[in-house]
Structure formats: C-alpha cells, structure tokens
C-alpha cells in the first residue's frame, strides 16, 4: 500500500511574510498545505493584501491571517493567544520570511546611513527571529523547526548596503538560538535564497546589478521569477527529514556561493 502522506502530515505552521505570489513565503505556505500541514500566515502592513494573496493557496478557508509588526511588543504579546485560537496549543514550526531597511540604507549610500535607519533594519530583519520565536515558545513544547530567510552575508554585494549587515546579524542570531534552544528540541536554520524578483528585492534600488552576477557564475541555471526551489528548501527544513539539523544555512542560490570567480 502507497503511502500518500506529505512530510508535513499533521504538522501546525506560523508563516508571516506572505506579500506577493512572488514571495518565497507564498510557495513555502502553498507547498506547506500540499505537504499536508495546517498554517496560519502574519501580514504587516498590509493584512487585507495578504488575505488576497492567501486566496490562491491550496485551502484558503483554512487559512487566517494575522495582523503582526514584529517591531511592536504588544503585536508579539498578543501572538500566543491569537494562534491557539485557530491552531490549538501546539505548534511544530515558524517561518520568518522578515526583512526591511529605510531606503537611505540601501543603494549606495552606506557611508552615509543614519544610525536610526540602521537600527530599524537590524530590528526588523534580525532581531524579530529571536522576539518572533519567543512570541510563540509556549506553543513548540513539543520541539520544532524554525526557518528563515536570508542572502548570502559573506559578502559586501552591489546596493545591498546594511541590509548586508542586517543579514550577517540574523545568521549569528540563528545559530545563538540554535544553540540556546536546542535542548528544548527546537532547531533553527535558514535558507540563503538567490535573488529573486520579489516585492522585497524591487525595494533594493539597482537589484539589477545585484541579480546579473548569477548570469554569469552561478552553475546551475538561475531563475529570477521562480521561488519555488527556496519554499522547498524551507519546507524540508520544517519536515522531520533534518531531525539533528540545527544553526545550517542551506544554500538555494544555484550554487553560486561556492563559485569564487
């Protein structure tokens, strides 16, 4: 007898980040419900956009939508309460699909970044990993899998500016909660996406220049309009298939990364 159920069978998933077909979060939900769990999204600012998006998923009358601002505390005091509501008490894993900076911290103007826009994208894009987690501990006392997003901080790459900083902080960041919550059985690991024509990369003034380095030496071909490889990537991290994986960055870049020129 076949068994045809998916790696996420039975599984309770936290998405946020669900803003564009285009999104990484979008294909991470749509492949989630394939795979058989059971999500429930976060959307800021905009939670009537993500409820439009939510629409073209699998089982959209499944799913609800959360007004969350990582940045704001009485959002994340109130997370708990609002996902046992429609998920129970139990989750099994988070995807933190969160990144912004001010356009004075993107396009070329490193040098002359204010601290405040800096802080803003260091909040927003690394430190919510840890608040977000937190919001949510009391719901993965079974253990869990908690998945983010980030590219590539290495390097100091054309446009990205702090945002690059912003990244090298939500690596450390995830592999300090790795070790910190580990013995609860919660792992944490992200996926290192290529770029991707999503609403955050056309935020990024000069993407293009960023996006045109993979033209040349990525090995597999690279395809900008296509999200569905990094939503798989995060869905396996979420399923049982990487039960002793924790503090990785799984590398969904067309193997760019190991590519020095």
């Not at 989750?91 to 002359?112: C, E, K, R, T, W």
């Not at 991707?196 to 690279?222: C, H, N, Q, T, Y």
């Amino acid at each position: 007898m076949t068994n045809t159920s998916g790696i996420l069978e039975g599984k309770k998933i936290l998405i946020t980040g669900v803003l564009m077909e285009s999104s990484i979060a979008f294909h991470a939900a749509k492949l989630a419900q394939e795979q058989g769990a059971e999500i429930i999204l976060t959307a800021w600012p905009r939670p009537t956009l993500t409820e439009r998006i939510a629409k073209k998923l699998p089982r959209p009358e499944d799913v609800k939508v959360l007004e969350l601002d990582v940045s704001n505390d009485e959002h994340l005091a109130r997370l708990e309460g609002q996902v046992r509501e429609h998920l129970g008490d139990r989750i099994d894993g988070v995807v933190h699909s969160i990144g912004f900076a001010p356009q004075d911290a993107l396009g070329g103007n490193f040098l002359n970044t204010p601290f405040e826009s800096v802080s803003t994208a260091m909040h927003i894009s690394a430190f919510s990993l840890k608040s977000l987690t937190m919001a949510v501990l009391p719901l993965l006392s079974e253990g869990g899998s908690v998945v983010g997003l980030t590219f590539d901080a290495k390097f100091a790459w054309p446009q990205y500016d702090w945002m690059g900083p912003a990244k090298a902080a939500l690596e450390a960041t995830s592999r300090y909660m790795a070790r910190d919550l580990g013995k609860q059985n919660i792992r944490c690991n992200l996926v290192s996406a290529g770029p991707l024509g999503s609403m955050a990369a056309k935020s990024i003034p000069g993407f293009s220049d960023l996006a045109s380095v993979w033209d040349s030496r990525s090995p597999l071909e690279w395809d900008l309009s296509d999200p569905e490889p990094a939503g798989r990537a995060i869905v396996a991290l979420l399923s049982d298939w990487f039960p002793k994986t924790t503090g990785e960055i799984v590398h969904v870049d067309g193997g760019l990364h190991a590519i020095g020129a």
